[in-house]
């Protein structure tokens, strides 16, 4: 290849990459490995490197066997037709210069039907013990789920990512799109990472400065003027996280994608991302990233679902971003779950971690534990090359044992190894990482600290308790700025509050009534206002209280709750308490195939919501929205839609009026435009009453028009 040079590093930037690099080749130009169903032979060498190819590729299950059983030559793909996976083993070369025995897990498990013996002999000696069904994995030692990704359905091992979550155990996944990208899966797990490669971070979200651990930092800044494409795809990294806002196919990086399209069969009748009808993407074509062309051990995809197990994705497999990378080179990829906070933290926690950690993916959820207190990080493959001490791995000359260096171990060929394959066996667990229990109980009361009833469900006035902790929340917390339109208001009714709550004052009833009717007046005529805001301006700042709150707070634990989520999947419900008094106490509740579904102030107001998870362009939606209040009183009820939906809210809010405990019902419209872009999007209902806020977030897909 051509040799290019590097764009010029920022300000603060760390690198030790290489100053020419190799130049960009996207992967549906890369020169693919020749496909074979004959053994390789293993005089031919990988060119520039002067060595053997590390793989493979065969067509043929019967060849595949055959290379399996021989123990001996490069390391066997079973590519079958899939001749994309070739671009991802040619990348391979590129960045793997050896080969090693890899740390197995303890105990395994095979979800789906029954593996092909060959690939089954080199799945083998990945796990310790073996088990026939996740319910029988034991309590202690990391876990491996193994099978094609059709068969690790969410729902059937969501029981097993909650354990080993609470108990702090490793768990690691080893999957693909199908028999074929697992086979690559198994194979790339016995790879050694090129000596002297890169450690990079780079992060359309961090502000703050370059963490010296990384060889290559790009920060907020930094993506917004560089060639994202040519630093990400211009050189083989040892390990590297892309950080960024994102769904299941894609991570957004400023003007850049790191996007999940496959050339992969569309699955038929499934939805898909605007491009899959046609349309282009939502970011320019010429800077898309294709996640299966990093040429990086390990690939940490660090944004919202960007490793939705099946059956809670959104999208066609052929679109997912965790898939595809898995198609590529890397052969540890950490992705997410479901919905994530994690920010800067998390990344550090990533960067530093080391073979102790048992995981990338374990020590990120154990940073992220205190505002995600369920499993958000995954990891596919086992602890990667690139955790481990860099040193070269010779290969011996070609004519001799390709398979390792002399006097080494061969993974095909090992004396420990368990199965007919070769490969080699096993070679303690972390102690379990406690959750943290709430600081307090999670259900807030309606006293209103004087020691009256004047805070019960069907008093007529706010507990001003809680309605001066919502006030301290807006306007001393920096969630509203200096120039948001209602904070004189604001301003002047806590000045009231704290006047009023005199005990002179509270505990007089002559005085007491009229003070608190006055207060509870201009409560609900802020409500109103506060609503006919979130109406008309979607980014309204005090509507982001969720993030802004809860990135201040800490999460006690999860609590199921009765209620399932619209899809019909368990809702877990907790707490999260402001670190400093002006941080309001507020409660998230997620669901793992939609994540957080509902944000709420603390003993604000409950909201349910029915929806068709479908609809066509042009055609209307309809919403049902129950909303249940803490007491009585006055409700403002509204819709949010995000600014790249073409659709419109009618009526634009509803005011009812609520008893306490019951659940009262308003009804909205989502008229679709005809030329409403198909692909998921999402609508957020919204409630206020006294200053609490509630906004819930449903998941819903538009169709082409018929």
Not at 184 to 209: C, F, H, I
Not at 257 to 284: E, V
Not at 412 to 438: C, E, M, R, V
Request: net charge neutral; glycine share 10%.
């Amino acid at each position: 290849m051509n040799a290019v040079s590097t764009p010029t590093a920022p300000a603060g930037t760390r690198t030790s990459a290489a100053v020419n690099t190799p130049a960009v080749t996207s992967p549906a130009h890369t020169p693919a490995a020749t496909s074979t169903s004959a053994a390789v032979n293993a005089a031919d060498t990988v060119a520039g490197t002067g060595r053997p190819p590390l793989f493979a590729p065969y067509t043929s299950l019967g060849d595949y066997t055959r290379a399996v059983a021989g123990g001996r030559g490069p390391l066997p793909v079973f590519t079958g037709p899939r001749t994309d996976l070739l671009d991802g083993i040619a990348l391979a070369e590129e960045v793997y210069s050896g080969l090693r025995t890899p740390e197995p897990c303890d105990t395994g498990v095979v979800a789906g039907g029954p593996l092909p013996a060959a690939l089954n002999a080199l799945i083998r000696p990945l796990a310790r013990h073996w088990v026939d069904d996740p319910h029988d994995l034991p309590d202690t030692g990391s876990v491996l789920l193994v099978g094609e990704y059709a068969h690790l359905r969410a729902d059937a091992v969501q029981h097993t990512l909650d354990a080993a979550h609470a108990t702090g155990r490793p768990l690691s996944l080893l999957t693909g799109r199908d028999v074929h990208s697992l086979s690559w899966m198994a194979a790339k797990q016995y790879a050694r990472v090129t000596a002297n490669a890169p450690v990079g971070v780079l992060s359309e979200l961090d502000t703050a400065a370059p963490a010296p651990q990384a060889d290559v930092w790009l920060g907020a800044d930094d993506v917004h003027r560089l060639d994202v494409q040519q630093i990400a795809l211009g050189r083989v990294w040892r390990r590297v996280l892309f950080h960024g806002n994102g769904k299941d196919d894609q991570l957004n990086l400023g003007q850049f994608t790191l996007c999940g399209a496959s050339p992969a069969a569309a699955a038929p009748a499934r939805p898909g991302p605007r491009c899959a009808y046609g349309l282009g993407c939502t970011k320019p074509q010429d800077k898309l990233i294709p996640a299966r062309g990093i040429r990086a051990a390990e690939l940490v995809l660090a944004n919202c679902f960007s490793g939705a197990l099946a059956g809670h994705t959104m999208y066609d497999p052929k679109y997912l971003i965790l898939l595809n990378a898995l198609d590529g080179p890397a052969q540890t990829v950490v992705a997410t779950l479901t919905a994530c906070d994690g920010q800067r933290p998390e990344n550090l926690a990533w960067l530093t971690a080391t073979t102790a950690a048992g995981s990338a993916a374990l020590a990120m959820n154990r940073q992220l534990r205190d505002i995600n207190p369920y499993p958000a990080f995954v990891q596919a493959g086992l602890q990667s090359s690139g955790l481990e001490p860099s040193h070269p791995h010779p290969r011996s000359p070609a004519g001799t044992d390709a398979f390792g260096p002399s006097g080494s171990p061969s993974p095909l060929n090992s004396a420990d190894s368990t199965g007919s394959s070769g490969f080699p066996g096993p070679s303690g667990p972390d102690p379990a990482d406690p959750a943290g229990g709430a600081r307090d109980g999670a259900v807030d009361t309606n006293a209103d600290g004087t020691g009256s009833r004047e805070g019960g469900p069907a008093a007529p006035y706010p507990p001003l308790h809680r309605l001066g902790a919502r006030l301290s929340g807006l306007l001393d917390s920096g969630l509203l700025g200096p120039d948001y339109p209602l904070r004189p208001r604001l301003r002047a009714l806590a000045d009231t509050v704290l006047r009023d709550a005199v005990r002179t004052v509270a505990r007089s009833a002559p005085d007491a009534g009229p003070a608190l009717a006055a207060i509870a007046a201009e409560t609900k005529s802020l409500d109103l206002a506060l609503a006919h805001r979130f109406a008309k301006h979607h980014d309204d700042p005090a509507l982001a209280f969720p993030t802004y709150f809860g990135e201040r707070s800490t999460a006690a634990a999860p609590v199921a709750l009765d209620t399932p989520c619209a899809c019909g999947r368990p809702l877990r419900s907790y707490r999260r308490h402001g670190r400093v008094p002006a941080i309001a106490d507020t409660v998230q509740t997620v669901c793992a195939r939609c994540g957080d579904v509902a944000n709420a102030h603390t003993g604000a107001v409950e909201l349910h919501v029915k929806a068709p998870a479908e609809a066509a362009a042009g055609s209307t939606l309809h919403v049902v929205v129950e909303a249940v209040a803490p007491r009585d009183g006055t409700l403002n009820l509204g819709i949010v839609l995000p600014l790249y939906l073409d659709a419109r809210v009618g009526p634009v809010l509803r005011r009812v009026e609520a008893v306490a405990g019951q659940r009262a019902h308003a009804e909205f419209t989502l008229d679709l435009a005809p030329r409403a872009t198909p692909q998921a999007y999402y609508f957020c209902p919204f409630a206020v009453q006294d200053l609490g806020m509630s906004v819930s977030r449903v998941h819903f897909t538009v169709l082409p028009r018929p």
